[in-house]
């Protein structure tokens, strides 16, 4: 019989193998476990990284070839890559996770036809940013065309980019004030939402009536800004929540990791974890503005009631319901309603309201899943969490497109247009449609990964939602995990093309944004430091996609560094 985790026992955590980072990340597009690397997950990557010593442990239980391994090295190793698996299902299950990782490929798709234009009417010029600031200050009209598509991308982008920092890291926002580009935070809001939509939309082939058209926004979002509604207008006050993705995701991640590490064996005190050093910054602040909210005092044991509500709470946090799939009720809603903070803000607010809720979750089962849900959501007044999934599952048996891309999903041969959308998509209706007939799996992992509760339909669930993407004990590229029932061939290619699209989308941001020659580091995807071959085909790519090779582009200076200079 081959060793699964519930038949190891765990003697002597290995905090080795599971020790924090020392500092709270400061790049939101990157979610670790541990110190060294030990695991890593990259938001615009889509892979899942661990250390050398974790994937030889890991590995050795996944096949079940455990002898002369020290059981309690497995486990501290397994917690580790639960933790980062959860950090893929935050991305690619949760609707805040999706929008936030399909900002990245919908900066390119959003901008794709002005940035055309904008290299037939001036020719290739980088940064795109840089050239319409200098022609602004040169006097040119607002008016003219190639401005006109000029501001477009760029605005597009950085609005987005607005975005990501609103939600991943709100208590950054205050710097926003300072920034010329920012408008407001309902407007930052909106374009993230409504190009992120079009393009998950007009990549999958969805139909325009299944999902929220985005379009219905412009106009009462302009009544908003007009009547000076706070949030919707230049210049309005920016009201922050304590915490955002970063803390949420990371507490999530962190105490469902130590949840599995007791079930096997592991201490069950928290006065445990904190001398060892797991509760510092992005682990345990989400837990902590749960207690200032609630009022709650910490927990005695990491099991406790408590700790599975907070967990309950993350898990609504970081999936509004509205805008996607839901329409909004009323666009004055769309940063309370869709605002990942904001909600863990009310939710918590509506725990202290109710206080048995404290000790409502006894076994972490599907029941107390749905009545706590429930209870929680009524009391803000949102949607219900499955009544969120049962429109999402019934998606794919009732739209065209979405149909079509399961498919696509099943077989892992995926059309090669947009493409790294139609893989991140389909995998999320495929997580939902699990969760929706388990959510108490994908709510409490650390529950069910390990100890008594591990059963087969547990450990069917958790392999049929592994990260797609990885790295090797000895290979810092990105490779594709193995996929049962998939062609293994059909998968490599599948790969090929989604990385392909990334390094698109890295030159085009780059293209918008940023100023000097063009970067083509791709050791992050290859391992290697000399990558010729990919140089040349991403710029192959790049002059397909839009006309210009990036050999061939004019390297724009700022007029304003210039202006400075010479006044001197």
Known sequence: MTPTIDSLQLHKLRDALTEPVADTLVAPSEFNAVLNARGLYHTTQFVLRLSPRIHELVDAITVGETDGYDPDELLSAYSTYLHETIHWWQHVGSTAGLILSLCYPAQCVANMEHLRDVVKLIGPKKSVKTWAENELRAGTPASDEALIEANRAVNNTIDTEFYKVLTVTPLNAAQLFQDPYFECVGHSYGVAYANTLHALIDSCGFSQSSLP????????????????????????PIRRARVGLLDIFEGQ????????????????????????????????????????????????????????????????????????????????????????????????????????????????SLEDYVNVAGELTSRC???????????????????????????????????????????????????????????EFFCWPGAYVGGSNATDKYRELLIRNLSLFSDRPDDDGIFPRKVPGRDQAAVQETLNVFFGSTLLYHLTRQWILEDGAFCYDFHWLTGRRENDDLVAWAKAMFEATFGAHPDDFELVTSSATKDSRSSK
């Not at 058209?213 to 309005?236: I, M, V």
């Open 213 to 236: 058209d985005p379009e219905e926004w412009t106009e009462p979002l302009n009544t908003l800004r007009e009547a000076r509604k706070e949030g919707f207008y230049h210049g309005s």
């Open 253 to 364: 991640a962190r105490f469902n990791q130590l949840q599995f590490l007791h079930t096997v064996g592991g201490p069950a005190d928290c006065e445990y974890y904190r001398n060892a050093g797991y509760f510092k910054g992005a682990y345990v602040s989400g837990f902590e503005e749960f207690r200032r909210l609630t009022g709650f005092d910490w927990p005695t044991y990491i099991d406790d009631p408590l700790v599975s509500l907070f967990l309950l709470i993350c898990d609504l946090a970081i999936n509004p319901t509205r805008g996607f799939p839901f329409p909004l009720d009323g666009p004055n809603d769309i940063i309370i309603d869709i605002d990942p903070g904001a909600r863990f803000t009310r939710l918590c607010a509506a725990a202290k309201d109710s206080p048995a809720l404290a000790r409502a979750i006894q076994t972490r």
């Open 381 to 439: 007044g949102y949607d219900h969490p499955m009544a969120a999934l049962e429109t999402i599952v019934n998606l794919m048996d009732d739209d065209v497109g979405a149909a079509a891309l399961m498919r696509e999903w099943k077989t892992f041969r995926f059309s090669r247009s947009n493409q790294p959308i139609r893989v991140m998509v389909s995998h999320f209706l495929s997580f939902c449609r699990d969760k929706y007939e388990h959510p």
